[in-house]
């Protein structure tokens, strides 16, 4: 159980019932992390300090939708700012036709490749996708994505059709995906039509 978020989110329910006190201690805690995101992904200082207040308003307007079960608030904080700042940097995209490239690599890689904690998130949100699959779709993705096991050879374990193993993935997959796409980690595809994640697999 983690105390200090407990506590947070208890101060997060305050301040969206207008406890100002709340919010100051909530906003002294999360601005400087909220920040480093931001900045690191923009690389604007100003940029991030608008997209800070941003979060902390969306904060204000969405704080009853923090769900404690699905991840921490340094979690949650971080996919919203994330999602901010792609959305900052595709606007800069267009009207910046001379952008820099790095930052157009930036858009589509997200935050995870420049900062720890944001990757420490991302293993979360996947332990938390991979818990809520159905048992046999979990354990056909860890066996065939994370201990690199072939299709036949989990088939012949398990003593299953192959075609069995194959269905388990496809759909464990569109299911974290599903998942991915709620917390914001993975964009929805225009059109809504949805594709696998680009998991690779080791050989």
């Known amino acids: 159980m983690d105390l200090h978020n407990e506590a947070m989110a208890m101060r997060l329910a305050q301040m969206c019932e207008g406890d100002t ?3 100051d201690e909530f906003y002294a805690c999360y601005a400087p992390f909220i920040m480093q995101i ?3 992904v923009t690389q604007e200082q100003m940029e991030a300090e608008d997209i800070c207040h941003d979060i902390m308003l969306e904060v204000l307007r969405r704080g009853h939708a923090y769900d404690p079960s699905r991840g921490s608030i340094k979690s949650w904080l971080a996919v ?3 999602s901010r700042c792609i959305d900052k940097l595709r606007r800069r995209a267009k009207t910046e036709p001379l952008a820099d490239p790095d930052l157009l690599r ?7 490749e420049e900062d ?3 990757r420490r998130f991302q293993r979360e949100a996947l332990r938390s996708a991979l818990s809520g699959l159905p048992l046999n779709q979990k354990q056909a993705i ?28 496809k759909y464990g997959v569109a299911n ?5 796409i709620k917390q914001g980690w993975v964009d929805q595809p225009e059109g809504g039509a949805e594709h696998e994640p ?3 697999r080791k050989r």
């Open 80 to 82: 919203m700012t994330r």
């Open 176 to 180: 974290m995906r599903k998942q991915f």
């Open 21 to 23: 006190a709340a919010f």
């Open 106 to 112: 930036r858009d589509e890689t997200g935050p995870a």
């Open 142 to 169: 860890v066996g065939s994505y994370f201990e690199a096991h072939t299709h036949q050879e989990l088939a012949e374990t398990w003593s299953v059709p192959l075609g069995t193993v194959k269905s388990w993935i």
């Open 116 to 118: 720890p904690a944001v």
């Open 38 to 40: 931001a900045y690191r």
């Open 198 to 200: 680009s998991l690779k």
